[in-house]
């Protein structure tokens, strides 16, 4: 008999463990909700929704100006925010619009019509879009339909950029500064029959920056 219990000991001990483990690991499993796989801005605009068309006042088919823009979710421990507008369906590579940087992380949104000068009166610059000018440049594809795409950045410090600078610039400085960032997306469609597919005609078209649609249309006539 001694034999025999000295045997089933093991067992009962090996039953007993099994148990107690199941009994921690009921306890250890964690009941708080876990947080989102990937948290961004929310980057908005009131003139148009993302994958929509952006509207003709914001194209160089219209008078060219800056859309208004909104962003929330960006984190308390920021301290700038810089943006980027660029075409990545531009038939030399993306094509950058607009680039802004040192914006004050208090600030939520830009108001359309940003006047097209190097320093923003609420803090911050705009740098060099590649239409080789300060401030915003609308959607011109020159065939076809293409994206625009909005970014906003929240960075932990101010960069050290001078007013002008470059979408290569920003990108560079930004490395290891970024905390969050988002995005909106708007497309721009082709609107004169001719199209815009000749490159050299294209640049032409943006440099000369005309004021009226009538003299946008002239331009690109004379240019055949």
Known sequence: MRSSSLILNPALVLLLFISCAGRRQEVVQPTATLKP?????????TAFKDGESIPRPYTCDGVNISPPLEWSGVPK???????????????GGAWVHWVLYNLPAENIGLVE????????KAGGFQGQNDFGKSGYGGPCPPSGTHRYFFRVYALDSELPL????????????MEGHVLLQGQLMGISTVRFSGGRSKGKHWLRFHSAKP??????VSIEAGDS
Request: glycine share 2%.
């Open 211 to 216: 004021d009226t649609l009538s003299e946008r």
């Open 37 to 45: 796989d990937k948290a961004e801005i929310k980057l908005t605009s």
């Open 113 to 120: 019509n940003l006047p097209a000068i190097e320093n923003v």
């Open 77 to 91: 421990t920021a301290k700038t925010i810089a943006i980027v507008c660029d075409d990545p369906d531009a038939p």
């Open 162 to 173: 001078k007013a002008g600078a470059t979408k290569a610039d920003l990108m560079k400085a």
